[in-house]
């Protein structure tokens, strides 16, 4: 697995790490990222829209706050979110703990 | 979020919760599930192939004993399998410790 650091990500904060669970060469279905994100305090993917796909973010550890066409909601372990098809959004680690996300991004 | 039990799933021994993070109807983008699975000591998800579509587990917790086409391999937290496109597989945990895997099924 190939893990790759994004630094001002979408114009966000900080950097960003990215662990390529599979990357889109390794898969015959219709996603183009498979991938364990973190992001430690401080830390933000900057708000971006995805146009023909739809992203689905899973907490795995830690607590995020996502914004999604400028709404703010907390997104804790176990929670999970889905934003496409069009919608903007980012998303934030305020905290102390790293956070920890599984996110696909499926194409339509 | 929807949490299921499936006995003998199949075709394997004991059960399996399978926790649906986004069903197929809440989501436009290409896949057909998204899940998080878990499975005690002693149980499985018995062989079976995926035609066109493939699936892709993340190992969250715990280690699972997979085959795929006849083939066992060891999997461990952190690891991942992708198969399908004919493919038959089996995962079955015979560890104490329960296995959590993250699933998603992308359609082709």
Same mark, same amino acid.
């Given at each position: 697995?190939?893990?790759?650091? @994004?630094?001002?990500? @979408? *114009? ?5 790490? /990215?662990?390529? /669970?599979?990357?889109?060469? *390794?898969?015959?279905?219709? $996603? @183009?990222l498979i991938a364990r994100i973190k ?5 933000? /993917? ?9 992203? +689905?973010?899973? +907490?795995?550890?830690?607590? =995020? +706050? $996502?914004? *999604? ?6 997104l804790k372990e176990g929670d999970a979110? +889905?934003?496409?098809? =069009?919608?903007?959004? $980012?998303i934030e680690n305020q905290k102390k703990?790293?956070? *920890?996300?599984? $996110? ?5």
């Open positions: 697995m190939e893990t790759e650091i @994004r630094k001002r990500m @979408r *114009e966000g904060s900080g950097e960003v790490e /990215i662990q390529h /669970i599979f990357k889109k060469k *390794e898969i015959k279905g219709k $996603a @183009r992001l430690k305090q401080g830390c933000s /993917i900057g708000s971006h829209a995805h146009g023909q796909e739809e992203e +689905v973010f899973y +907490v795995l550890k830690g607590e =995020g +706050v $996502a914004t *999604e066409n400028g709404e703010t909601f907390i979110m +889905v934003t496409g098809g =069009g919608s903007s959004h $980012a703990n790293l956070l *920890e996300l599984f $996110a696909v991004i499926l194409l339509f």
